[in-house]
Every structure is written in C-alpha cells, then in structure tokens.
C-alpha cells in the first residue's frame, strides 16, 4: 500500500520466546494491538526491534508477519541496519519481495563513515530499493551525522520520501525545514522530544513508547496537530518520566519491561542482553508502575481519515 508518511509509527519490538527464538504468536498479537489502537504505521526489525540479533531471514521472517497482520490496514516499513552495501541492498531486495511498503535505512552500521561515503551507501541502497525510504538520522547511538545539508545534496532521490531524526538536538527539526522546505517528510525519533518536535512542524512520531502505551502517543499526537496544545502538554508531562526510558542504551529492556507491566507483551530478549535487576529494575519499574496507577482520561480527538 502507499505509505502516507504521517503519523505515529511504532518501532515494534521483536518478541521472543524463552528460548530466543521468534514468536510469532505473541507477534501477531502485539502489531494487531497497535494497529487498533489508532496507530498509522509499523516498523518492524529497527534498534528496538533487536536488529542487530537477528539473521537474515529472521528479519524477513519478521516483516512477513507483520504484513500478514496488517492486512493493508497500516503501512509496514522495514528497517535497514547493515554493515556493508551489499548486505544492505540484499535485505532491500527481499523485503520488498515480502511485502514492505517502504523502507526505514541506516547509514552504514559499526564503520563510521565520512558525508561522501555515507551519501554514496544511501544512493546505492535506493537504487536498488523498489518502495519509498525513510532515511535515520541518529548520531548519537551511531557516530554517523546526516546533516541538514546532506538531506540537500539527497533530495534529488525520488525515493527518499522521509527523514526521522534523533539527533537528540531540538533545533534540527528547524533547521533541516529552513534547508530543505517540505522535501521530505519529517518524523522526530526521540520519545521525549516528540511533543516539541510536532509542534515545530514534524509530520510524525516514530515512537518507542507508544508500544506500550499507544493510545495516548496516538492522542498526543492528534491534539498537538488539532492546535490543541494545552491538552497535549497535559498528556505529554504525565508521559514524560516514561518517554525518558527511550533514551537509554538499555531501551530494549526498558520497553519490554513496560510492555509486560502494561499487559501486552514479555520481557524477553535475546543475548547479549539480559532483562533488568537489581536497583536499576527497580527503578525502571517504579517509573512504569506510577505512570499506570495514574493513566489520565484522554480526551476525544479526531482522526485522519
């Protein structure tokens, strides 16, 4: 289907069973959850979704269940997080032939690459690619930074539709506008700068919460785009403890913990990582625990069609 790039999209988190391997089951479950809670996309096999664990054909197998689920409901994007271009090109390939409506593309993974070579692997990527692509920005946790003015020097990719940034800095959402007008669509990629970012004029949320708490990401996201600010910052400041568990290299666990809390899903992950303990669990629970004694009532908003 056509990727109206607008919204929220969760970055859903692969499940697994005790013994590591896919469930599938618990899948289907959790992406058709999301989708019926208002949500306007998914992207499966990102940073949350523990890319960097699965194979090939996982990740394949993956993004054909959440096709499957969504039935034409809701686009599905597939992430792209390789370590060289061939690898890259091969997972755009199959998943295209599996069912992705577009593509969610890294630059290059664990080589840090300079702006020439980054700007040559996406080319490279999207000539091949045969859906739209969402290209993520997030120095930060990769060392790589596609600035303002390489969005620029790529717009002239049809296939670059659109951009999530998580650069952890507000003032890119301004400053990639100011370069490169309405070019792309614009989705911030850090939980607790969503609210900020939409008003500045971001299109969307790819959002890491919202997997647990998806109809008030949803709600957020609707009033902020209905002018109704004061009723999102409402939302957004009982939200906020929560959002900040995004923004940690412990997302994952974090997510998953709050997933299980919430009722709609497990805390298993796959090694290296290991769920939470001690006093750091602790904490994390007591964060999640306060945010579900206290759930607001959300007001109506009204949908895109």
Same mark, same amino acid.
């Given at each position: 289907?056509?990727? =109206?790039? &607008?919204?929220?999209?969760?970055?859903?988190?692969?499940? @697994?069973?005790?013994?590591?391997?896919?469930? %599938?089951?618990?899948?289907?479950? %959790?992406?058709?959850?999301?989708?019926?809670?208002?949500? %306007?996309?998914?992207?499966?096999? !990102?940073?949350?979704?523990?890319?960097?664990?699965?194979?090939? *054909? *996982?990740?394949?197998?993956?993004?054909?269940?959440?096709?499957?689920?969504?039935?034409?409901?809701?686009?599905?994007?597939?992430?792209?997080?390789?370590?060289?271009?061939?690898? /890259?090109?091969?997972?755009?390939?199959? +998943?295209?032939?599996?069912?992705?409506? !577009?593509?969610?593309?890294?630059?290059?993974?664990?080589?840090?690459?300079? #702006?020439?070579?980054?700007?040559?692997?996406?080319?490279?990527? #999207?000539?091949?690619?045969?859906?739209?692509?969402?290209?993520?920005?997030?120095?930060?946790?990769? !060392?790589? =930074?596609?600035?303002?003015?390489?969005?620029?020097?790529?717009?002239?990719?049809?296939?670059?539709?659109?951009?999530?940034?998580?650069?952890?800095?507000?003032?890119?959402?301004?400053?990639?506008?100011? @370069?490169?007008?309405?070019?792309?669509?614009? @989705?911030? +990629?850090?939980?607790?700068?969503?609210?900020?970012?939409?008003?500045?004029? &971001? =299109?969307?949320?790819?959002?890491?919460?919202?997997? /647990?708490?998806?109809?008030?990401?949803?709600?957020?996201?609707?009033?902020?785009?209905?002018?109704?600010?004061?009723?999102?910052?409402?939302?957004?400041?009982? @939200?906020?403890?929560?959002?900040?568990?995004?923004?940690?290299?412990?997302?994952?666990?974090?997510?998953?913990?709050?997933? #299980?809390? /919430?009722?709609? +899903?497990? *805390?298993?992950?796959?090694?290296?990582?290991?769920?939470?303990? !001690?006093?750091?669990?602790?904490?994390?629970?007591?964060?999640?625990?306060?945010?579900?004694?206290?759930?607001?009532?959300?007001? #109506?908003?009204?949908?895109?069609?």
């Amino acid at each position: 289907m056509k990727v =109206d790039w &607008a919204g929220v999209f969760p970055a859903v988190t692969t499940k @697994f069973k005790e013994d590591e391997s896919l469930d %599938h089951a618990e899948m289907e479950k %959790h992406f058709d959850f999301q989708i019926k809670a208002g949500v %306007h996309g998914l992207v499966v096999t !990102g940073s949350l979704g523990e890319n960097s664990t699965l194979t090939a *054909e *996982e990740k394949q197998a993956v993004l054909k269940t959440a096709v499957a689920v969504s039935s034409g409901r809701v686009p599905v994007l597939a992430c792209i997080a390789e370590t060289t271009t061939v690898e /890259a090109c091969r997972c755009a390939e199959s +998943g295209a032939k599996n069912g992705a409506d !577009g593509f969610m593309l890294l630059p290059p993974m664990r080589y840090v690459s300079d #702006a020439r070579e980054t700007m040559q692997y996406l080319r490279d990527v #999207a000539l091949v690619a045969e859906r739209p692509i969402m290209i993520y920005n997030n120095p930060v946790a990769y !060392g790589v =930074d596609v600035t303002p003015e390489m969005f620029a020097e790529l717009a002239d990719e049809p296939k670059f539709a659109a951009i999530k940034e998580s650069s952890d800095d507000i003032r890119r959402v301004t400053d990639i506008i100011n @370069f490169v007008g309405d070019r792309y669509q614009l @989705f911030v +990629g850090v939980d607790n700068l969503a609210l900020e970012s939409l008003v500045l004029g &971001a =299109d969307g949320w790819l959002a890491g919460l919202v997997c /647990a708490f998806p109809k008030e990401t949803v709600a957020i996201y609707y009033l902020v785009k209905a002018g109704r600010i004061d009723e999102a910052v409402k939302i957004y400041r009982w @939200f906020k403890p929560v959002l900040d568990l995004d923004v940690s290299t412990k997302l994952v666990q974090n997510i998953k913990l709050a997933e #299980a809390m /919430a009722g709609v +899903g497990n *805390e298993n992950v796959r090694k290296p990582r290991l769920p939470l303990a !001690g006093e750091e669990r602790k904490r994390v629970m007591q964060i999640i625990s306060k945010a579900l004694e206290t759930q607001l009532e959300l007001p #109506a908003v009204t949908k895109r069609k």
